[in-house]
T-cell receptor
Framework: GQQVMQIPQYQHVQEGEDFTTYCNSS?????IQWYKQRPGGHPVFLIQ?????EVKKQKRLTFQFGEAKKNSSLHITATQTTDVGTYFC???????????FGKGTKLSVIP | DVKVTQSSRYLVKRTGEKVFLECVQD?????MFWYRQDPGLGLRLIYF???????EKGDIPEGYSVSREKKERFSLILESASTNQTSMYLC????????????FGDGTRLSIL
């Protein structure tokens, strides 16, 4: 079935440093979604990208969808302690309704 | 705001018991999903439902069943609980069309002793 690979699995950064997580698929994706899960919390939808080469920003977060629609990235500028959590990408699953989630990147921010 | 409510935050059961996990959503979503989340394995889809009384197997359905008698409620059933089913269980819902964003409940941390 559809596989979505995400790297790195863990990332430790000093507060103020930048952070990037990458998501890759072996097949073309119709769309990609990003979620954030705070420690002890549940995944929360952040954004959906649909168009080839699309770039969207949410304050310090920049999301990109690759030209070939096979990869995506999330970049956080000047991390803060509030950015701590696990970031998941998700692409269309085997059927019409499912999503396949990457295994996530766990971000730790050292104050 | 979408509200997805799971019946229990923490649950402890014994091996061999029949376990019911309940999920209710208030946004009239057609799709509902059950995932389990384990360290290093991410979110794995157990079952989903796209309509009342309809269900589809996900990636890891073995040992589980589901029930959707009403649109707002989706139940996950562990027929005979085993220790390897100790996990965090997450319910989610979404509108039907395409792969719409999913809204998650707070999760149930289930321990099977």
């Amino acid at each position: 079935g559809q596989q979505v690979m995400q790297i790195p699995q863990y990332q430790h950064v000093q507060e103020g440093e930048d952070f990037t997580t990458y998501c890759n698929s072996s097949t073309t994706l119709s769309n990609i979604q990003w979620y954030k899960q705070r420690p002890g919390g549940h995944p929360v939808f952040l954004i959906q990208l649909v168009k080839s080469g699309e770039v969207k920003k949410q304050k310090r977060l920049t999301f990109q969808f690759g030209e070939a629609k096979k990869n995506s990235s999330l970049h956080i500028t000047a991390t803060q302690t509030t950015d701590v959590g696990t970031y998941f990408c998700a692409g269309p699953g085997a059927g019409s309704y499912q999503l396949t989630f990457g295994k996530g990147t766990k971000l730790s921010v050292i104050p | 705001d979408v509200k997805v409510t799971q019946s229990s935050r923490y649950l402890v059961k014994r091996t061999g018991e029949k376990v019911f996990l309940e999920c209710v959503q208030d946004m009239d979503h057609e799709n509902m999903f059950w995932y389990r989340q384990d360290p290093g394995l991410g979110l794995r889809l157990i079952y989903f439902s796209y309509d009342v009384k309809m269900k589809e197997k996900g990636d890891i359905p073995e040992g589980y069943s589901v029930s959707r008698e009403k649109k707002e409620r989706f139940s996950l059933i562990l027929e005979s609980a085993s220790t390897n089913q100790t996990s965090m269980y997450l319910c989610a819902s979404s509108f039907r069309a395409g792969q719409q964003p999913q809204h998650f409940g707070d999760g149930t941390r289930l321990s099977i002793l």
